[in-house]
T-cell receptor, first 113, second 114 residues
């Protein structure tokens, strides 16, 4: 079956450093990949998405890279701030999944001052 | 403000009782979803609905029921048949398009079985 998984459950970085959160997926027919951020006690919030025909997409302080050869995507956060501390999920979605989204287990990012 | 409202935020239930979690959205989204989240784990899909009066089972539907009588509302009932109901429940909605299925989530409801 389909699966989406993250390489590391936790990541700790120093404030101001760059963060890289990784994710592996199994469904090569996925149309889109989406990153969400979940702060403690809240619902996940959309960060950025990337279509499967792209390799890279940039947002404000975030970049997502997609490597279809090894079925891997990453979320890079530049100049990490304390407010970036949260759980980050990758998800795959699209027409091939009847509109549903499959989520990975999440990586907890802790930013040390 | 447009968004999704879940209630109650916290709920305690005795074993053998059914409970219903409310989810209302004013985003005019066609699709609505219920996910379950356990500590340290990802989100698992319980039920979803892409149109009024229709819904489909997700990956872990056993012990749960839903209804979709109105576009804005998608309540989830956790029945006594659910063996381990203590969890954080998240409702979400989205438009149905050919693009990315970006979900808008509510703040969640935390259910504890005593």
């Amino acid at each position: 079956g389909e699966s989406v998984g993250l390489h590391l459950p936790t990541l700790s970085v120093q404030e101001g450093d760059n963060s890289i959160i990784n994710c592996a997926y199994s469904n090569s027919a996925s149309d889109y990949f989406i990153w969400y951020k979940q702060e403690s006690g809240k619902g996940p919030q959309f960060i950025i998405d990337i279509r499967s025909n792209m390799d890279k997409r940039q947002g404000q302080r975030v970049t997502v890279l997609l490597n279809k050869t090894v079925k891997h995507l990453s979320l890079q956060i530049a100049a990490t701030q304390p407010g970036d501390s949260a759980v980050y999920f990758c998800a795959e979605s699209g027409k091939t999944n009847a509109g549903k989204s499959t989520f990975g287990d999440g990586t907890t990012l802790t930013v040390k001052p | 403000d447009g968004g999704i409202t879940q209630s109650p935020k916290y709920l305690f239930r005795k074993e053998g009782q059914n409970v219903t979690l409310s989810c209302e959205q004013n985003l005019n989204h066609d699709a609505m979803y219920w996910y379950r989240q356990d500590p340290g784990q990802g989100l698992r899909l319980i039920y979803y609905s892409q149109i009024v009066n229709d819904f489909q089972k997700g990956d872990i539907a056993e012990g749960y029921s839903v209804s979709r009588e109105k576009k804005e509302s998608f309540p989830l009932t956790v029945t006594s048949a659910q063996k381990n109901p203590t969890a954080f429940y998240l409702c979400a909605s989205s438009t149905i398009s050919s693009g990315a299925n970006v979900l808008t989530f509510g703040a969640g409801s935390r259910l504890t079985v005593l």
